[in-house]
């Protein structure tokens, strides 16, 4: 298992074992952070994730026993600037703790994360309400991950990935798009997905090639009140077959479902936001995961 935060919105964890396997990874986060009247913003967020149990292959799922615990914490900055008002350009870098244990077993890392830089367009804006076809407002976006992290520098590791917020050990591209549209002026939905290649490393010492992510999420937001809204999503994650010396590995894949819940606070004078954020991963489609709870809270400015 390996950590990797995500900021504001979903904190998810695939991962194979207890002990890690020398495969699994992570993604980031692909939420807004720069509000459309703002030009610049920064955030800090920290996050903890604790397992539950794991899914096998056959997605079977499993408690950890008595003696078996995985626990990791992450702090995660991130930056934004919005020019011109339909293009947001993102960058992120994190640092992380991680500690696992069972029965003769205990491991404990901490480590710096990759680079990622991720852009963001609002291609169309949503239809106006008296519209006789309501389209939603799309926004596509594309990323860069640089293998930055300190698994990157531990050539030999039997981790792979290390942790994902301690880097994958490898260069990473993708492609998301995203539909919103404003049920009523307090209800939004939206629904989005995101691809994303690995390129073959040698973060092992020899040639390893991630298998592709595939994400996909359900969600709304509800404006409690003038500064306050609340977020309830779904979000499924799926990893290809890890290939080592060309050669796939068949049950490297992995899938995990998550239930996303979370609070949002805007003061609008200071433009100062805070949110704070609960993953559960439910015992459903899952399978080749660790399933577990995650907290997140997340403190963020914005500047105009």
Do not use: N
């Amino acid at each position: 298992m390996r950590l990797r935060g995500f900021a504001i919105a979903a904190l998810l964890l695939p991962a194979r074992s207890v002990f890690g396997c020398p495969c699994s990874d992570d993604a980031g986060s692909a939420v807004s952070l720069v509000r459309e009247d703002e030009r610049y913003a920064v955030a800090l967020s920290w996050s903890a994730r604790r397992a539950l149990g794991r899914f096998d292959t056959w997605g079977k799922y499993r408690e950890l026993a008595a003696d078996e615990a995985e626990l990791g914490e992450e702090l995660l900055l991130r930056a934004g600037l919005r020019a011109p008002r339909r293009w947001e350009w993102l960058g992120e870098l994190g640092y992380s703790a991680y500690r696992a244990h069972a029965a003769g077993f205990d491991e404990r890392q901490t480590g710096l994360g990759d680079a990622l830089i991720r852009v963001r367009y609002s291609a169309f804006d949503e239809a106006m309400p008296h519209a006789s076809v309501p389209w939603p407002a799309v926004i596509v976006s594309a990323l860069v991950r640089a293998p930055l992290g300190s698994v990157a520098s531990e050539a030999g590791t039997s981790f792979g990935s290390g942790g994902a917020s301690r880097g994958l050990g490898a260069w990473e591209v993708g492609a998301g798009l995203e539909l919103r549209r404003s049920l009523t002026p307090a209800l939004e939905l939206w629904l989005g997905g995101e691809a994303a290649h690995r390129f073959e490393d040698h973060v092992l010492g020899r040639a390893r090639r991630l298998g592709p992510r595939l994400e996909a999420a359900l969600g709304s937001r509800v404006s409690v009140a003038p500064w306050l809204s609340s977020t309830v999503a779904l979000r499924l994650r799926s990893i290809g077959d890890v290939e080592l010396e060309r050669r796939s590995l068949p049950g490297t894949s992995e899938r995990l479902l998550s239930v996303v819940l979370g609070l949002t606070a805007f003061d609008r004078p200071s433009r100062f936001r805070s949110a704070v954020t609960l993953s559960l991963d439910p015992p459903a489609v899952s399978r080749g995961a660790t399933a577990g709870a995650a907290l997140g809270v997340s403190l963020a400015v914005g500047f105009r």
